[in-house]
């Protein structure tokens, strides 16, 4: 875990870990860096609750999540979860909420 903030790998846990709480049936531990968004989300309610479960698990507010979404309109498709998570690793506030918790993601 690099001093900056949580690993991807960290980050990518806790993607698996807000998918869990709002997607029954699905075998998070299969969800890689590579696997689409579009194969394990969305409508507008699954997408509000993934995100607020992930900003429980990585104790910040409000990301800017539909921003990021609008940002990527023209190849949703090609979305997928290493994308996310390199996004969230960009965010200054879960590096500086990981920081203070030592690098520790939602434990």
């Known amino acids: 875990m690099s001093a900056a903030g949580p690993s991807r790998d960290a980050l990518l ?4 870990r807000a998918l869990a709480t ?12 590579d696997t689409p968004l579009g194969a394990l989300i969305f409508d507008s309610l699954m997408a509000t609750s993934f995100i607020a479960h992930l900003e429980a698990l990585l104790g910040v507010r409000d990301l800017p999540f539909e921003g990021w979404l609008l940002s990527h309109s023209e190849r949703v498709d090609a979305l997928d979860v290493g994308l996310l998570v390199d996004w969230l690793e960009s965010l200054p506030q879960v590096r500086a909420r990981t920081e203070r918790t030592n690098g520790t993601v939602g434990r």
Do not use: M
């Open 13 to 16: 846990d806790a993607t698996r």
């Open 22 to 33: 709002c997607t029954e049936g699905l075998d998070v531990s299969a969800v890689q860096r």
